[in-house]
């Protein structure tokens, strides 16, 4: 395993960004704590780089394919009436996606979650989809331990 590049500024170099699910040697997934989005994922470059572009063209599988498999999974445990990808690093100029689980009758829908709320929501609204994200993380650990055996 090679040492990470990191930035000492930079905020995805020096914390997991969010509970970390699973790390592996070029990326990792956490899973965000926001009470108003249960479902809310990224998917973290372990390098200090701050676009797709960055990475080598052998890591633009690796990076997408666990993207892919956050929201396939996501989408399974949770379904959600939308899956939101986002990859903007304009305040955190690192390479993460956001996979955020959507619902018709989150804060936001159908504006982005950055956007102007639609809606008050009780935060008892999500606790069943709370109750289903240990497995989630669970289920996302060893999909993406298993795609990485495989390209190995």
């Not at 090679?2 to 899973?31: F, I, S």
Request: proline share 5%; with cysteine.
């Amino acid at each position: 395993m090679t040492e990470a590049v990191h930035h000492p500024l930079c905020e995805l170099c020096q914390q997991d960004g969010g509970l970390l699910v699973v790390k592996t040697e070029k990326l990792r997934v956490v899973r965000v704590d926001d009470s108003d989005y249960p479902g809310f994922y990224r998917v973290i470059w372990n390098d200090h780089v701050a676009e797709f572009t960055d990475l080598a063209t052998a890591d633009h599988v690796p990076c997408l394919g666990a993207v892919a498999i956050v929201e396939t999974l996501v989408r399974q445990h949770l379904k959600p009436t939308k899956v939101n990808l986002a990859s903007l690093g304009n305040v955190v100029p690192h390479l993460h996606w956001h996979v955020i689980a959507r619902f018709a009758d989150d804060k936001h829908f159908p504006q982005p979650i950055w956007g102007q709320a639609q809606r008050d929501v009780d935060a008892s609204r999500w606790s069943e989809l709370r109750d289903k994200l240990p497995a989630l993380d669970q289920a996302i650990k060893e999909a993406l331990l298993a795609s990485v055996m495989q390209r190995a």
